[in-house]
């Protein structure tokens, strides 16, 4: 049985390089395969992340803060919802993007927050 394919959230910093949210993923995550990275709108057009989502040769989603506020999440952040409008961006932002449910909680690695949701193909439309 081939592994879970994950939807991976994440919350960071401006100006994080793309070498170490690499290196926070690999840690949180392993060699288990990556279909998408995801994150808040903001966040997504930072060099990092975008190079990133380019290396690993995957979809990059950026949602919202009021999209990522409406999504339930195991560990909600006052802090962050102060900062910005979302209770959650790594837990959230992966639950969003999979289609499916978070199987790892938030973890932060060297101020990187990272989150996986276990995807899920999109309904087919008849």
Do not use: F, W
């Not at 793309?18 to 995550?29: D, G």
């Not at 998408?36 to 380019?54: K, N, Q």
Request: charged fraction near 20%.
């Amino acid at each position: 049985m081939p592994p879970p394919e994950l939807a991976v959230g994440l919350g960071l910093r401006p100006n994080t390089s793309a070498e170490r949210i690499l290196s926070a993923i690999r840690e949180a995550l392993g060699d288990n395969p990556i279909v998408c990275l995801a994150t808040l709108d903001g966040r997504a057009a930072e060099p990092g992340v975008r190079a990133v989502a380019a290396h690993l040769d995957i979809p990059l989603r950026a949602y919202t803060a009021e999209e990522l506020s409406r999504v339930p999440v195991p560990n909600p952040s006052t802090r962050t919802n102060t900062l910005l409008g979302t209770p959650s961006v790594a837990e959230a932002a992966a639950t969003l993007a999979a289609n499916g449910p978070l199987v790892i909680p938030k973890r932060t690695i060297d101020g990187i927050v990272i989150a996986a949701a276990l995807q899920r193909p999109a309904p087919v439309s008849r």
